[in-house]
């Protein structure tokens, strides 16, 4: 089959965070089939993820609140594109039928059952039924039979230089300096019991600027601006001299990563922006409260240390989040100290660059 690759597909409508994950297939993919049209199918507003990987040759958007009838024509402009491969790297019930009909798909073990047995009963099976790789190995093992293997690069995401620009204008107009030291704080999630406690993110801030002289750049979405403007609020009631830049809701993905590359280390809640630290190569501090490393989301291929309650019995609770803790204790999050935090982010930031 290898000999009549000419045009491969690559479907993962969602998230940003899993959309990151994939840049490893992407270019694995690449140097193994570098003359291969390898295009990729997202929904609309994740595609800056992936529209400047030099590795994709077309990006194909699902429209943002898309319904049928755009599904419908999204399976057959796949149909008509006549591709050699699909690999469906969602598993969905939308990716299962925008591939049906299609000659040759490969998909993800997602690792149902273990997760389900985990999650539910706590029953951890993971080596017998698929063991625990990254996500990002996840992805590639679909073609692994096809010679596509890690190369040990990690993750990566792009963005272009008017974006690069773009972040370097707005930290001049902020006040900054070219050579000014950042830490980055990503303090919020989609949902709510991934989100370790804002005074405890606020106190942390304020106690690493104080030692190292950094400033603060909080980083969220439109949805997650007021979580972090509170923030904001209370590193500058515990630290008048810390000087803080929110910019939640203020800059795109693409420039979030821009921005990032500024910071010494990135703190952050199990999320997106924490996958886009470590595609970046940022050091990385994480906080994980329900979730575990068996579900395959820790940081992937840069410096990073996970902080998290591993003495109870009711994690993980879910895979994906939940609105609140279903013990009402929330002790996953609240038994994680800011000592914890602070000791971690001091070994990174003491660290040589590996």
Wanted: with cysteine; glycine share 6%.
């Amino acid at each position: 089959m290898t000999d009549s690759l000419h045009r491969t597909l690559i479907i993962r409508f969602s998230s940003a965070g899993d959309i990151v994950l994939s840049s490893l297939l992407v270019r694995a993919f690449r140097s193994h089939f570098p003359e291969c049209q390898l295009d990729y199918c997202v929904k609309e507003e994740y595609a800056s993820l992936v529209r400047f990987n030099p590795h994709i040759s077309n990006v194909i958007e699902f429209p943002k609140n898309g319904g049928f009838d755009e599904l419908k024509r999204l399976r057959r402009k796949i149909q008509q594109s006549h591709y050699d491969l699909i690999i469906d790297i969602h598993d969905s019930l939308r990716s299962r039928y925008v591939c049906f009909g299609a000659k040759h798909v490969v998909r993800i073990n997602k690792r149902k059952l273990a997760r389900v047995l985990l999650v539910k009963f706590k029953l951890n099976l993971y080596d017998k039924l698929g063991n625990t790789p990254s996500v990002a190995l996840r992805y590639l093992e679909p073609v692994n039979s096809l010679g596509v293997h890690d190369d040990g690069k990690g993750l990566e995401l792009f963005f272009s230089d008017e974006e690069r620009r773009r972040v370097q204008t707005l930290l001049h107009y902020a006040g900054f300096k070219p050579d000014e030291r950042f830490i980055g704080v990503c303090p919020s999630a989609k949902h709510n019991n991934k989100m370790w406690l804002k005074d405890r993110f606020a106190e942390v801030a304020a106690s690493l600027s104080s030692k190292y002289h950094c400033a603060i750049i909080l980083f969220g979405s439109e949805n997650e601006r007021k979580w972090c403007e509170e923030i904001e609020s209370l590193i500058r009631s515990l630290n008048a001299e810390t000087r803080t830049l929110n910019l939640a809701g203020k800059i795109s993905l693409t420039e979030t990563a821009a921005m990032m590359d500024y910071c010494s280390i990135i703190i952050s809640n199990d999320s997106g922006l924490m996958h886009i630290a470590a595609a970046r190569k940022r050091k990385v501090v994480a906080i994980f409260g329900p979730t575990v490393k068996e579900l395959g989301f820790f940081p992937f291929g840069t410096e990073s240390i996970v902080v998290e309650n591993k003495n109870l019995n009711c994690r993980p609770c879910t895979h994906v989040g939940l609105a609140a803790c279903p013990k009402g204790h929330f002790k996953c999050m609240n038994e994680i100290s800011i000592e914890q935090v602070v000791e971690s982010a001091n070994t990174l930031l003491q660290s040589r660059p590996q």
